[in-house]
């Protein structure tokens, strides 16, 4: 039953941490009712609370195929017998989730490099009204995507604010603002999702250190 299929589980959590007390408390509704999968877990050992998420998962088959499919095997004496089997997967749209729950802080996602939908975010201020912004902004464009990076340029006509906690909140990793005062001093701001504070880049080098950062 469903239920057996969920002690099996924990028991084999409860081995596969070294065995001694541990206890699985219910972290997602209808965990224990006979659902086939659960997404999270906290795992509560030695006083110690320490959040999970299932990303992979195995299956015990036993000898229910087995039997069916008459598969056999000979054993060291010689002797048939009936296979046992087992199937294991990892969910793709899991280890998305995964990755968020991981690194996420209250303005929104901090995407890994490796894992992030575009690397590197361009955000030019005023990129309809300004030609000197649109120009900066298509270069830098052009500069990253011939050298492989995957960057987008955010063109829509909005405010700043707006601007920067979009691109905050959907966790681009690398951000380079482009304005007009900056530009007048020959700079661009550039900030990691982590970084508490931009700094400050000479339009000549913007690219270059974000493709260092990214590539080293």
């Not at 699985?24 to 965990?31: E, H, K, P, V």
């Not at 990793?173 to 700079?187: A, W």
Request: hydrophobic share 45%; net charge negative; with cysteine.
């Amino acid at each position: 039953t469903a239920g057996r299929r969920h002690q099996r589980r924990i028991e084999g959590l409860t081995t596969a941490l070294g065995g001694g007390a541990v206890d699985l408390a219910q972290a997602q509704s209808g965990f224990f009712q006979g659902q086939a999968f659960f997404a999270e877990f906290v795992v509560i050992r030695q006083g110690l609370a320490l959040r999970g998420i299932e990303v992979g998962h195995i299956f015990q088959l036993r000898t229910k195929y087995a039997e069916a499919l008459n598969c056999k095997f000979l054993n060291e004496q010689g002797k048939e017998q009936i296979m046992e089997m087992g199937c294991y997967g990892i969910g793709v749209s899991r280890i998305l989730g995964a990755a968020i729950e991981q690194n996420n802080d209250a303005r929104g996602i901090i995407w890994p490099d490796a894992m992030a939908p575009f690397q590197v975010a361009i955000v030019p201020m005023g990129y309809a009204k300004s030609e000197a912004v649109r120009t900066a902004a298509d270069a830098l464009y052009a500069e990253l995507q011939a050298a492989g990076i995957d960057a987008f340029l955010d063109d829509r006509d909005e405010r700043p604010g707006s601007l920067l906690a979009d691109n905050e909140l959907i966790g681009t990793p690398h951000r380079v603002v482009i304005g007009d005062r900056g530009l007048k001093e020959g700079v661009v701001e550039y900030q990691g999702r982590r970084d508490a504070e931009a700094t400050k880049l000479a339009v000549a080098d913007v690219a270059a250190t974000v493709i260092a950062k990214l590539k080293g």
